[in-house]
């Protein structure tokens, strides 16, 4: 499945950068596109024509099979700019991973690896300028591959098209985050695409989540979908807990995304001898913990908002009050990560990937 495209890279450069139009000030997040984007097909059992070309719209068939099974996968990371003007990934391997284990779940022939590195980093390179400088300033990058044979007969496409969009994002403050843990609904199942990053795993969050938002709430923490027993993850944030001086987190399994931010997160822990424990966290024993103010903090981690401090809970329609931790762990590894991101410290895990 895994073959390699047959040719060398193209570039077709834009004539005029579009970046003078954008208010780098005003960013809505992933709204904006860089001036150049990667696409690649996959074709007769080999991915082909490798491309850079000025970022712009597509032509595809309305019976294209992605429209219509949802075969569908992308990833999220983000480079960054230091303050000497060299610009950095944090972990591309395990996107570059992620894409093809996600992709093998959704019947989607993997991608080879030379040419994501040679595409990512061209493409980075190319549009070096998109990439601000500043703590917080990125280039959100959204890798996807997409089912595009004609037909709509219920049958794994043969024909695919991966594509590598560039969006600039300024720092993401996603303020006060109040969470509902779900009781009904679930976003994944044992032996479904949890693990995967799935087009429509997405989807099928928004209606609960709206439900969630009139309510005054912006994420829900899923809970696994057979007794809505244990604590899962979030839209798109992996959680913690943290009760006493203890941070807890659901353990990977086929229902959650083994996020880059929760593994980085866990080592920064372990090694600065915080305890912290992978195993399956009951509501119930949150719950208990918020009533006995031994929970400290719940935070969200994920690539978007690196950690996103949760100030309260609902559960069965009550409200936890979560007190601000301004010297907390959400704080510190908030700050860990990027020093490592933003070239302002050690390395000593060896995350950061120079593009130039
Ligand atoms: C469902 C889900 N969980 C967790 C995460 C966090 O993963 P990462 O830290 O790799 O961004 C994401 C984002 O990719 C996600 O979509």
Request: hydrophobic fraction near 40%.
């Amino acid at each position: 499945m895994n073959s390699s495209a047959t040719q060398k890279l193209a570039i077709q450069k834009i004539e005029t950068s579009k970046i003078g139009q954008v208010d780098f000030s005003n960013l809505t997040f992933g709204s904006t596109f860089s001036d150049h984007m990667f696409e690649c097909d996959y074709k007769d059992g080999a991915w082909q024509n490798p491309t850079i070309r000025p970022y712009g719209p597509l032509t595809i068939s309305p019976a294209a099979k992605v429209f219509h099974y949802g075969q569908a996968v992308f990833e999220g990371m983000k480079a960054y700019k230091d303050d000497n003007g060299k610009v950095w990934l944090f972990r591309p391997e395990e996107n570059f991973k992620r894409i093809n284990k996600s992709s093998t779940r959704m019947a989607i022939p993997e991608f080879p690896k030379d040419i994501f590195f040679e595409a990512l980093t061209t493409l980075v390179k190319m549009d070096r300028e998109w990439v601000k400088p500043g703590l917080g300033n990125s280039l959100y990058i959204r890798p996807f591959v997409m089912a595009t044979q004609v037909g709509v007969s219920a049958s794994p496409s043969t024909e695919y098209k991966f594509m590598i969009l560039m969006s600039p994002a300024q720092a993401y403050y996603t303020g006060d985050v109040k969470v509902v843990i779900a009781e009904h609904y679930s976003r994944s199942a044992n032996g479904g695409v949890g693990a995967a990053k799935a087009a429509g795993n997405y989807g099928a969050q928004f209606f609960p989540t709206n439900l969630a938002r009139e309510k005054g709430f912006q994420q829900v923490i899923w809970t696994d979908a057979s007794k809505h027993e244990y604590l899962e993850e979030a839209g798109t944030m992996n959680v913690f807990f943290r009760v006493n001086d203890t941070l807890l987190t659901a353990p990977i399994s086929d229902r959650i995304l083994d996020g880059v931010t929760r593994k980085s997160v866990i080592a920064l822990a372990k090694r600065d001898n915080v305890a912290v424990e992978e195993r399956p966290v009951l509501v119930s024993e949150i719950v208990e913990a918020a009533k006995n103010g031994s929970l400290k903090e719940i935070f969200g981690a994920g690539t978007a908002a690196v950690i996103s401090p949760v100030s309260a809970f609902s559960y069965k329609e009550t409200v936890y009050d979560l007190e601000k931790q301004e010297d907390g762990y959400a704080a510190r590894f908030k700050k860990e990560l990027m020093d490592i991101q933003y070239n302002r410290g050690e390395d000593p895990f060896g995350w950061r990937y120079e593009v130039l």
